[in-house]
């Protein structure tokens, strides 16, 4: 019953900070992508350059999440600003590492039938590439906006905001009830998320395997032709 009239008194609350943690995630998502996917096409042309910067942000991504966030807040300051660039940060070698390595993957054959087709760089990448690579790129961001829930649960401690603010203050002032509904919301954001990006990467998973058969099918022909 307790939990029941906390919700009733507490919910625009509850659902405003639902909000926040969720703005945060979008956005540090957003320039972490923005980032990611030209930098992961480009350095999955150049396997030497990757592998060095993806070690330089694997070394990152080993610092512990709130190691981070306390370090920067001298240079970006308490509050979302901060949650933002650390989020970012880490989202950023699970994307890169996630491009680099599915754009590496697509089938040498099919490009260059491709190429023999006559299509531009440009249209290989938009029309053949990416339906490819799109499963596993969603899976990649699936993890990412995983991690991301969990990182800016923690940045509550910095003061930016979100879910985490309700588990932090349920811990300083031993509200059992306030922290047990930071943690359902959080899970439930998790879950959610999780959800929606596991059914568009089957979704897409079904698409790409019928593009690649009908590639496939062209580079045969090719070669069958070539034959002749």
Known sequence: MEFV???????????????????????SLSIAACIALPLGYFLSRTRWISVAVIGAF????????????????????????????VISIYAQFILLRNVVISFQTVDPAVLEASRGMGLSALEILLRIELPLTAPSLISGFRVATLSSISVATIAATINSGGIGILMLEGVRNLHMVKLVWGILLASALSLTANQLLTRAETRFSDRARGLDRRKQKNVSQEIYDASL
């Open 5 to 27: 009239t906390f919700f009733l008194k507490q919910h625009n609350r509850m659902f405003a900070l639902l909000g926040q943690h969720m703005a945060i995630v979008a956005l």
């Open 58 to 85: 694997s070394t990152i991504y080993a610092i512990p999440s709130i190691a981070l966030l306390v370090l920067l807040v001298p240079v970006t300051g308490l509050g979302m600003r901060t949650a933002v660039v």
